[in-house]
């Protein structure tokens, strides 16, 4: 089995990708879970991700597993980094970015007052909108990425070896 994943990994990129971004969005339309600046960040990489896979699934033959493998190892690196960085947002281990919680300096202006109320993000990342057993949807992210990471380096490795 695991010799199987490993000969179609761009395919498991490929699938795990379009999951975690199939999940995030029915989250988002069909259960009201809103995303943040950060939810929408760590999605950008599986974006990617699928880009990669579908190019390295076409050119594999020319150019082979591993370099397409890489990158993918290296976007489900960057989107669980994305995640841990969320967490901590959420936990209170350090502050957001301003896109996160608006800016809360002090307006001289009613119309800056305004501006400032006006460009706040309606969802914060600082709030959990849902979570399971006590993790976040940003703290599934963390393991999802790096559990693909993992796959995706190994298999490149792997692949690399096989040449």
């Not at 980094?81 to 967490?87: M, N, P, Q, S």
């Not at 502050?95 to 202006?109: H, L």
Request: one cysteine or more; proline letters at 2%; a neutral charge.
């Amino acid at each position: 089995m695991l010799a199987y994943l490993m000969k179609n990994a761009l395919w498991v990129a490929l699938l795990g990708s379009v999951g975690a971004l199939g999940t995030a969005i029915i989250a988002q339309y069909e259960y009201d879970l809103w995303p943040c600046v950060l939810c929408l960040y760590q999605r950008w990489p599986y974006a990617a991700v699928i880009m990669i896979s579908l190019a390295g699934i076409a050119l594999h033959k020319r150019i082979g597993l591993g370099p397409f493998l890489l990158l993918c190892a290296l976007g489900f690196a960057v989107t669980a980094a994305i995640g841990g960085y969320h967490v901590g947002v959420e936990q209170g281990w350090w502050e957001g970015t301003a896109e996160c919680v608006g800016d809360t300096a002090k307006a001289s202006s009613l119309q800056e007052l305004k501006a400032k109320i006006m460009s706040t993000p309606i969802v914060r990342c600082d709030e959990v909108a849902w979570s399971l057993f006590g993790i976040s949807m940003a703290g599934y992210n963390i393991v999802a990425g790096a559990i693909l990471a993992v796959f995706s380096l190994i298999a490149a490795l792997s692949s690399f070896k096989d040449r």
